[in-house]
């Protein structure tokens, strides 16, 4: 009679031969390689002998004794825990208990093994030449507009009567450090769990939008603020999301994802609107009726616009933890998805990768790069509208928001060329949301512990565009399928409406002093 015959293998350890059913040890064999993924762990089972039975020669060879000893192998998909090792038996445990990762790197606890770097700390080379290198071409290309960042901040000190020149130097600047911002937090979310990684990834590509509207309100720029308050939901809303649709569209004809995710965003998306359209709905409702002074009613427009911001912040936070806590699987399986489908998955896999102090040391360098940067871009602005004929309306709507969303823009559009179009919706529609919901909002409520009456009162012709543009986005994603038509259509009506802002004038004195 053959091993085979019995269902059985041997299978030595420390020239000791334990019995390990057929199909085990054809998966052990199948997975014990030097870089193998799994991890083992040695489960101790005592067996008791029948006292009739009569042991054979076939038996004592395959059967050392009574106390057998079973191999066990666990997925490396499945949660890292340490086998269950039965005391008087742990020092027989020979088996490794930590995880590696698919380039043989020991993965670090907590740290999810596609961002395992295989580093620890701080190396320098390593540090700059990974940044250096970027995640795409494109984003590349943005790290040689790096001489312009000293420039800039020289320009600025130097010579700080070349308006114009300052402005110029200070908004290319802002590109490659928000670039930075970018690539740092999406090697952090490699780290963690996707779709909190997501999540992370958002709001640090947020940052650059958060201080410029920090700066702004401090220079008590509330009309630029509006209007960057929209144009960047503008911005992303159309002008990415239609790059994102036509890069995609150039390699596929036709790009599909999930339900899930344009039902979500989109339904957010239209809550988002409601909320910043209440306050002028209400100004534009009582105003001229003699039901109130306008004092009275601009009190009125800033006390609605406090309540609708903290409400939409609690829609905030309600849509984090639905998409992070409650429905995180249903996400996940999506996310997983597209990671499969991505042509770059292997040279990604294999590319070198931040450590995490690298990661912090990156955010935290960039980030004070630009809120140095921003404070000279602000101050410029009044020169610029000023001299140069531009409007706030479209200082605010086109020209603000373009550089504050460089590095989400690059991030979303190599996705969707890489054919990984829930994840390019999820920076896109995630970016538009958490600027509608959470970015206004909370420099709302920032001007109201700091005694400034900034509020949700846009400009009509600022609402109207909103909600078209809201509208239209929609109907794309109604049938979860893209292509390059809907993505040229998308930027057509992005560039219709930046016509109009350049073309919208600008409230003299008068006017300004009746709104106040």
């Known amino acids: 009679m053959r091993w085979h015959d019995m269902n059985i293998h041997p299978l030595r350890f420390n ?8 199909n085990k040890f054809r998966f052990f064999r ?10 083992l762990r040695v489960r101790q089972t005592n067996r008791a002998t029948p006292a009739d039975a009569k042991p054979t020669r076939m038996g004592t060879l395959f059967q050392r004794n009574s106390h057998t000893q079973d191999i066990e192998l666990t997925p490396s998909d499945s949660p890292a825990k340490l086998a269950a090792v039965n005391p008087t038996h742990e020092k027989q445990t020979v088996l490794p208990t930590y995880q590696v990762n698919h380039n043989g790197h ?15 700390w701080l190396h320098p080379l390593h540090f700059f030449k990974i940044c250096w290198r970027s995640t795409s071409d494109a984003s590349r290309a943005v790290n040689l507009l790096w001489p312009v960042v000293p420039a800039a901040i020289a320009l600025r000190y130097a010579r700080k009567d070349l308006h114009l020149a300052i402005f110029i130097l200070n908004y290319i600047a802002m590109v490659p450090c928000a670039n930075l911002i970018g690539f740092a937090g999406q090697e952090l979310s490699r780290k963690l769990p996707k779709v909190f990684g997501i999540l992370i990834e958002t709001t640090l590509g947020s940052v ?7 700066v702004l309100l401090n220079q008590d720029q509330f009309a630029v603020i509006q209007a960057a308050i929209l144009g960047s939901i503008l911005a992303t809303l159309l002008l990415c999301l239609g790059l994102c649709f036509v890069a995609g569209g150039i390699r596929h004809p036709e790009q599909e994802f999930d339900e899930v995710v344009s039902e979500v965003g989109n339904g957010l998306l239209l809550t988002a609107g409601l909320g910043l359209t209440v306050p002028t709905a209400f100004y534009f409702a009582v105003d001229g009726t003699g039901l109130a002074t306008a004092a009275e009613l601009n009190d009125k427009v800033t006390s609605l616009s406090r309540v609708a911001s903290i409400f939409l912040i609690i829609a905030y936070l309600i849509f984090v933890w639905f998409q992070a806590h409650s429905h995180h699987s249903i996400f996940d399986a999506i996310l997983e998805g597209d990671e499969q489908k991505d042509r770059d998955r292997q040279v990604d896999l294999v590319k070198p990768k931040l450590t995490f102090t690298e990661c912090i040391l990156a955010l935290t360098g960039s980030i004070a790069l630009v809120t140095l940067i921003s404070i000279g871009l602000v101050q410029e602005i009044p020169s610029i509208v000023e001299s140069h004929n531009v409007s706030d309306a479209f200082m605010g709507l086109i020209l603000v928001p373009v550089v504050e969303k460089a590095a989400e823009h ?7 060329w890489d054919d990984q179009m829930n994840f390019a919706l999820s920076h ?8 509608a919901l959470l970015n206004a909002p909370l420099v709302v409520i920032v001007g109201w512990g700091v005694g400034k009456p900034m509020g949700l009162h846009f400009a009509m012709f600022d609402i109207i565009v909103l909600i078209l543009a809201i509208l239209v986005v929609g109907n794309f994603l109604r049938d979860q399928k893209s292509n390059y038509l809907e993505g040229a259509l998308c930027i057509i009506v992005y560039i219709i409406i930046a016509a109009g802002a350049f073309y919208y004038p600008n409230p003299n004195s008068e006017t300004t002093a009746a709104i106040a």
Not at 111 to 119: D, H, K, L, M
């Open 15 to 22: 020239n000791k031969i334990f019995t390990c059913n057929v």
């Open 208 to 214: 650059v939008e958060i201080v410029l509207f920090i």
């Open 410 to 416: 690059l991030t979303a559009v190599d996705e969707a």
């Open 106 to 120: 020991r993965v670090t606890k907590h740290i999810a093994p596609e961002g395992e770097s295989g580093r620890k």
């Open 30 to 39: 199948r997975y014990s390689g030097p870089t193998c993924r799994s991890r």
């Open 428 to 435: 896109v529609l995630g970016a538009t949301i958490q600027t």
